[in-house]
């Protein structure tokens, strides 16, 4: 019986990822951070703390959606304004459809809101620096 030497061993995988591994995550987590509105801001304000971008859309995101969804509820008790409620539903869909167009042709760079960037971008500056 002859003995067989054994396999050489593999090259270990590498640590830190291939780059398109990386955009393609900051372009995912961009596009998740949209899609599941507010609760998709919050959820990647945290897990996608390490990259700047994902922390400004996922900011972004969350007080964008989540403004529009306090507002809703408040006006939702208030009996001569109730119709309000609709409109800013289908503001929300319009701006919804807007950034997940934009972060599907992007790759993960910041989406201004369209209209309000002006008045909402240093909030969103201060939200996304606030989390380290």
């Known amino acids: 019986m002859s003995q067989m030497p054994p396999p050489p061993p593999s090259q270990p995988a590498p640590v830190g990822g291939t780059p398109s591994t990386a955009g393609s995550n900051k372009k995912t987590y961009t596009i998740l951070a949209y899609v599941l509105g507010w609760l998709g801001g919050l959820i990647f304000l945290f897990v996608g703390k390490d990259d700047p971008d994902v922390k400004w859309n996922a900011a972004n995101s969350l007080l964008i959606f989540g403004g529009l969804s306090v507002v809703m509820i408040v006006l939702s008790f208030i009996p001569p304004v ?5 409109v800013l539903w289908l503001v929300g869909l319009v701006y919804w459809v807007i950034f997940l167009v934009k ?3 992007g790759n993960g760079e910041r989406i201004p809101a369209p209209g309000i960037s002006n008045f909402l971008s240093p909030y969103v500056d201060q939200v996304a620096n606030a989390v380290k």
């Open 82 to 86: 109730f119709f309000l409620v609709y």
């Open 103 to 105: 972060a599907l042709q």
